[in-house]
């Protein structure tokens, strides 16, 4: 199987190839590059491995939520390679990619990013037996002190939201086993959760592969500031 994923939702941006049973990736953080860097990321990876973009057999892309521009970026891209390739897209939550990197130690995870505008995108989850994630709740948007987590024993937590709000998180938690405030998702994750999702045949065409925003607004006006 050879698979291309691409995640560009948060700060970083990176491209992934799942190929030969292994991955190789490319990342770096470059808030407003995404756009120039994503397709020579793509190009050196596959110069790499050694193959050709008609050698793929799928795309993958972290669908967000995240920064809209970021998000729609990556989304676009992969369908558009999609669509000239003749391939299947498989969008994979940028939070679970985030997840995927807590570590497996037992501990439930919070994915956590910081939406901006006092909000964070936010999802729960546990490391499953085969690699992959167990998902405890939705995706969602929300300030951090209405989060209304379930009760877990511990926690690992994960991402730029604990950076900006952990006061704010620590206050409805036990003391995190392990936090990393300065994790983004990568599509290096993204490939490893794609790859799954191929094996076991859920992959959808470009043009049902969408983006996952979970808002409609980018600022509030001075009105909605203030009544926070």
Request: net charge negative.
């Amino acid at each position: 199987m050879n698979l291309l994923a691409i995640e560009t939702s948060t700060e970083a941006c990176s491209v992934a190839l799942h190929h030969a049973g292994a991955v190789i990736a490319r990342s770096e953080i470059a808030p407003r590059r995404h756009a120039e860097l994503v397709l020579p990321m793509a190009e050196a990876l596959l110069a790499e491995a050694g193959i050709r973009r008609r050698q793929l057999d799928a795309i993958a892309v972290g669908r967000g939520p995240g920064a809209f521009t970021g998000v729609r970026l990556a989304v676009s891209i992969a369908q558009g390679m999609a669509l000239g390739l003749d391939l299947p897209v498989i969008p994979i939550s940028s939070l679970a990619a985030l997840a995927l990197d807590a570590p497996d130690n037992g501990a439930a995870i919070l994915a956590v990013i910081d939406a901006r505008m006092g909000e964070v995108y936010a999802a729960s989850y546990r490391h499953d037996a085969g690699g992959g994630l167990i998902a405890l709740d939705e995706e969602r948007v929300c300030p951090p002190e209405r989060l209304q987590l379930q009760a877990q024993a511990a926690w690992n937590i994960i991402g730029s939201g604990w950076a900006s709000y952990g006061r704010v998180l620590a206050e409805q938690l036990p003391a995190p086993v392990w936090s990393d405030g300065a994790r983004y998702p990568q599509a290096q994750a993204v490939a490893v959760l794609a790859a799954a999702e191929f094996a076991a045949g859920r992959v959808l065409p470009p043009e049902q592969a969408l983006p996952l925003y979970l808002r409609d607004k980018v600022a509030l006006t001075l009105v909605e500031q203030r009544a926070r």
